[in-house]
Every structure is written in C-alpha cells, then in structure tokens.
C-alpha cells in the first residue's frame, strides 16, 4: 500500500461529498495560530478558535483528512480516557472534570454536524459485544457506574437470549446499547468541519507540508513555498507528524489498522445481519469492529498491527475475520480495502503538552479517534483563549518515549500487545 499525497482509494474517499483543492502556501501569511495537521485535532481546533475571534492558518501535508481521521471505522463513541487511570493519577476531583469531558467529546461532533449543517451520514446507536463472561460483566458494572454519575445516554445490556434482535451472528454471548454512540461518514465530516472553519475565515493550505518550526517569542512555521508568522503554534500530525517536531520524537508509536467493505449488499441480508443498523465492536484487545453504510456495504475493520509491517493482501487478511463473524457474507464480493496509521500512546491516554511556552501539541488517541481528537482541538483551543484548567491535567501527565522508531519502538509495542491477545484467548 504506497502513500501518496492523494486520499487512499477507501470507500470514504469514492462517496466524498465534496473534494477539496485547498491552495498550497506560498510566500508570507500572518496570524495568530498556526495549527499544523488537517486531520480531526487540528480541524477541531481551527474551528473552535475561529469560533473564538482567532485568525487562524491551517496548514496540511497531503488533503483535509487524508490521515487516521478519513479512513478510521466511522464509529463515534464518547470517552476520552478512563476514568481509573486519571484518578490513580490525580483523584476524584480531576476525575469530575474528566468525567464531564469523555461525554461531552462526542456531543461535540453532534453538535457541529447540527450547527454546520454537515452532511455525514451521522445515526445513533451504537452496540458493543462481548465473547466471554469477564465482557458481559464488564458492561453490567459500567452501567451501575454511569447512572452512578448521572450518564445522559441511554444504555441497555443485551442478553444472549435477544441479541439476535441487533446482530445476526452467533459469535457473541450478550452485549451492550448505547444510544448516544452511533457511526458517520469520517471524512465527510472532517471536509465539512473545515469548510465551517474557512466559513469563519480560516485560511486553509493543502499539499504543503511542514519543513521546519521556529520556536520562540514569535513562532515560525515553514514549508517548501512559505512561512506562517504565528503568535502561537498547535501541532496536530498524530501519527503522521513524523520528524516534523523533533522534540516530541518517540512519544507516539505508529500503528496500522486496516479495513476492507463488501459490495452493496441487499436490504433483506443487510437487516438480518444488523437488523437496527448500529456500530459493533468487540472487547478484544485484537478486537473487530463494523457496521453498514448507507448503501448497505459492511465496512469491517481491525486487523491493527502494531509491529508497523503492512499486509501484502488486506481483503485476503480481513476476509476471515469478518465470516467468523458473519458467514453469511462468504459470496459477498470486497469492493474496498484500506488502511493507515494510527498514534498509540504507551499509556494509552491523550497526550498533550507544550514546547517553549506558545507550541501547543495534541496526539496519541490509541485508536479512539473520532469523538477524543474533537475534544482535544477544543482543549488545545480554550488553553490559547486563557482557560487551562482541562489543558493543564493532561500536561502534568509525564509519558514514557520509546527510542529507535520502527526498529525498537513498534517490535517492543507488538511484544506488549501480543501477550494481551494472547490473554485473550482464556
């Protein structure tokens, strides 16, 4: 699978609304922010800050979306960290706000896809599955929990007695409804959160990647063609941002996750398989996910490999996986496949932090991507508008660097996960 600075041939890329052609940059621009990646972060937080009053430069490598955040499963579910790592950390305290923020991170996408009018295929509900007894527990404990703290979603434990009512599979034993969570079309909604961006006077520059950032009193950012006088900096390649800041070099281990979609399936199959049309997904640690697009193609993912090798053949890799879980697709033609990187924080919690006082960065969402890199924009966001208290949580966390990239980092990230999925098979 040879990157290009075109979108991937995925399914998302052939049903865009709207292609962009942002201009590339050339000669001087100034402002107040730079921000630097177009992916969901760095989009969030150009619109939040345009909706703040900022001037606001939004610098991207490759397309708007062109990363994790256009060809990621679709699959909106709130949650931005969990709760017992913050409070091991900080205690209860921190842990109401941390709280209020893994609600309010998917109720951020709604609301810009309400106010912007962003057509994205957005529908609620949402079902997680489980496959072993420590799962169905799991889910009857997190709903005590939620109602505990006044949960504003409705949630449902399944049994496996009507489980088929949601998922024609006989692979699971019992799951899990929320009615908040749901699916959309990612980069449709990415494109669309950028047009709103321009629309409250954003400048947008495609096909320009970063070559160098000046830090300092005042910030400078350069490309090939320009430079980008700032008063302050958001940084927000996630997994792409490469060697472009070398301070944060080692903090974030790229990982892929690939997915493949089936021809447009008929409307009997269709319902038999996710009779309510939600999201699925699995509590494995190798875990499967999927769900049906509006033409009724199911889009299966998973398959995320951490030693950062690429399968020569991912329909052919995938395949198996999605008629382990649905057979009755064993004649369905794979229009589709895919894949891309994914940041992996080692403690599998958002990273943020800053860089000589006025270069903000956010990354490292382990492959939760959709509703937490929203929440991370506006949290980069209100930090530069002088509100730090949520910024400032994440930034005491101290994150362990693995040195050596793809020839220490990504084997010693498969060592680690390979003995969670082998806890997996008991």
Not at 236 to 260: D, H, R
Not at 356 to 362: D, L, R, V, W
Not at 388 to 398: A, G, L
Request: a neutral charge.
């Amino acid at each position: 699978m040879k990157e290009t600075s075109e979108h991937t041939q995925s399914y998302y890329a052939a049903t865009v609304n709207q292609e962009t052609d942002y201009p590339r940059l050339q000669g001087e621009q100034h402002c107040d922010v730079a921000v630097v990646g177009g992916g969901f972060t760095g989009v969030s937080a150009a619109l939040r800050l345009a909706e703040l009053g900022y001037d606001v430069v939004l610098l991207e490598a490759c397309r708007i979306g062109w990363g994790a955040s256009g060809r990621n499963g679709g699959q909106l579910i709130d949650g931005f960290v969990e709760i017992e790592r913050i409070e091991r950390r900080f205690g209860t305290d921190t842990v109401a706000i941390v709280r209020k923020m893994n609600v309010e991170c998917s109720q951020i996408v709604v609301d810009n896809i309400q106010r912007y009018g962003i057509d994205c295929d957005l529908k609620l509900g949402y079902l997680d599955v489980g496959t072993k007894p420590r799962d169905l527990a799991y889910f009857q404990e997190l709903i005590v929990a939620r109602k505990a703290h006044n949960y504003p979603h409705e949630m449902e434990f399944v049994p496996q007695e009507t489980l088929k009512n949601y998922i024609g599979s006989d692979r699971y034993i019992g799951g899990l409804i929320n009615r908040g969570n749901g699916h959309l079309h990612p980069l449709n909604l990415c494109i669309g959160e950028a047009r709103a961006a321009e629309g409250l006077g954003t400048r947008i520059f495609e096909q320009s990647p970063v070559v160098r950032i000046h830090h300092g009193e005042r910030p400078r950012v350069e490309t090939a063609g320009g430079v980008v006088h700032a008063k302050k900096v958001v940084l927000a390649g996630n997994a792409y941002l490469g060697k472009t800041e070398p301070k944060l070099a080692g903090t974030v281990i790229p990982a892929g996750s690939f997915m493949i979609a089936t021809e447009p399936l008929s409307a009997d199959l269709a319902h038999e398989l996710l009779p309510e049309d939600m999201a699925c997904c699995d509590q494995r640690i190798g875990l499967d996910y999927f769900r049906l697009s509006p033409d009724k193609r199911m889009l299966f993912g998973g398959l995320c490999n951490y030693s950062g090798k690429i399968p020569n053949d991912i329909a052919a890799t995938l395949r198996p996986k999605m008629l382990r879980v649905f057979p009755q697709l064993e004649s369905a033609r794979i229009d589709f496949e895919w894949g891309g990187n994914i940041a992996i924080s080692i403690y599998r919690i958002p990273q943020m932090g800053r860089i000589e006082g006025n270069t903000y960065y956010a990354h490292g969402y382990s492959g939760h991507g959709v509703a937490p890199t929203h929440m991370a924009g506006h949290v980069v966001a209100d930090m530069i508008d002088g509100k730090s208290d949520r910024f400032e949580i994440f930034e005491q966390i101290k994150h362990l660097r693995l040195p050596g990239g793809k020839w220490f980092a990504n084997p010693a990230l498969a060592l680690g996960m390979g003995y969670h999925r082998f806890k997996d098979l008991f």
